[in-house]
């Protein structure tokens, strides 16, 4: 699913929905259920230049 909304290998996600994220268990956090196919923008670092995009959080499974 991550690769479906453009994040890559190595890519370092920083914030999600407007909220920092300092590793997994922060990004877990975020993903509960109430954020589930709620659009939020997402921040990462890719090779040094800073992105921004829509992501969707989707169910576990969903769509595979």
Do not use: K, Q, Y
């Not at 991550?2 to 190595?10: F, L, M, Q, T």
């Not at 909220?19 to 196919?37: A, C, K």
């Not at 939020?40 to 829509?54: S, Y």
């Amino acid at each position: 699913a991550a690769n479906r909304a453009g994040i890559e290998r190595n890519d370092l996600l920083l914030s999600a929905g407007g909220e920092v994220l300092t590793g997994v268990d922060s990004l877990l956090r975020w993903l509960s259920g109430d954020r589930v196919g709620v659009a939020a923008e997402a921040v990462l670092l890719r090779r040094g230049d800073i992105r921004r995009f829509g992501v969707t959080p989707v169910e576990r499974g969903a769509g595979a």
